[in-house]
């Protein structure tokens, strides 16, 4: 299997604060991981190593055989999707759903009249009949709903056929209803031998879906566990992660979390 991101005592340091610790992380081209933590263990400032819109302070980031600390990110940003919400406030809100899909072919948040190649807009139709946004094609996106407006965040990052793809809470503040649906749809995507790469971080067990195979546990900054989903995701690592007791429950690949207080 193909590496496409390692982390080797990568850390990260912003205004004296310890963002990320000496992280070490392997992740292959055959696995889908989600990243699990409290608020502030530094599951963002992985994701933006991992998007190579950061460098590490110390230590080394490998993205695609890419050494961050040598590569040029223009060059490297492109075959890395990013689905997060930051990202998306780049795109105008009076932009149509398709031009917000097909401008990313052209790493540009923006469509300023230039003309598009007929492969890319073919392609831009079909990733959002995927993403179940066909019919919502020519509205804008300050139009859409939330839970559509996280659909079009994933269909943008994928527009350009990733080799990783990285997803930053991409069901978080949605209902029952629309979390469900896209934790259905990234199930499917997930389980597809062709996909990339995936790294998802959530706040929520209940929002793995299932096909994801990995879980990174963090706790300040640091993997405190990570492996398989079945073996790394238990009760008692939980509990140290969050600092509360846990008690972590497994439905037939879906997973729930109960705290004893
Ligand atoms: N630019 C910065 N300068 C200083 N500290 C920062 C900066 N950005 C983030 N931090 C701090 O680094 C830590 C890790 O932040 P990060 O956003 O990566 O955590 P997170 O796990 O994604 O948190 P959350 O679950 O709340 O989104 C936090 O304590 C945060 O306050």
């Not at 300050?142 to 793809?165: H, V």
């Not at 994801?212 to 492996?227: D, E, I, P």
Request: aromatic fraction near 6%; glycine fraction near 6%; proline fraction near 4%.
């Amino acid at each position: 299997m193909v590496q496409v991101l390692s982390f080797n005592n990568a850390s990260l340091e912003r205004e004296g604060n310890t963002l990320v610790n000496n992280l070490n992380w392997l992740v292959t081209s055959d696995q889908r991981w989600i990243i699990l933590g409290a608020n502030g263990a530094g599951k963002t400032s992985v994701l933006d190593l991992a998007a190579a819109w950061d460098v590490p302070t110390s230590g080394h980031v490998t993205v695609l055989d890419e050494d961050l600390t040598s590569a040029d990110p223009e060059w490297l940003r492109p075959r890395v999707g990013f689905a997060s919400s930051s990202m998306s406030k780049r795109i105008p809100a009076t932009e149509t759903v398709e031009d917000a899909v097909v401008t990313a072919a052209y790493a540009a948040a923006e469509r300023r009249g230039e003309e598009y190649d007929e492969l890319d807009l073919r392609r831009a139709r079909r990733v959002l009949n995927e993403w179940r946004l066909g019919d919502l094609a020519n509205r804008t996106v300050l139009s859409l709903s939330e839970g559509e407006a996280k659909r079009l965040q994933i269909a943008r990052s994928i527009m350009t056929d990733p080799e990783l793809l990285l997803l930053d809470e991409p069901t978080a503040a949605l209902d029952l209803g629309s979390r469900e649906e896209i934790l259905q749809m990234l199930g499917f995507f997930a389980g597809n031998p062709s996909a990339p790469a995936i790294v998802m971080v959530t706040h929520h067990v209940e929002e793995i879906p299932l096909g994801f195979t990995h879980v990174l546990l963090m706790k300040n900054g640091s993997a405190a566990y990570a492996g398989p989903l079945a073996t790394t995701l238990t009760s008692e690592n939980l509990s140290d992660v969050f600092g509360v007791k846990v008690t972590v429950f497994n439905n037939a690949g879906r997973y729930s979390a109960q705290a004893t207080l």
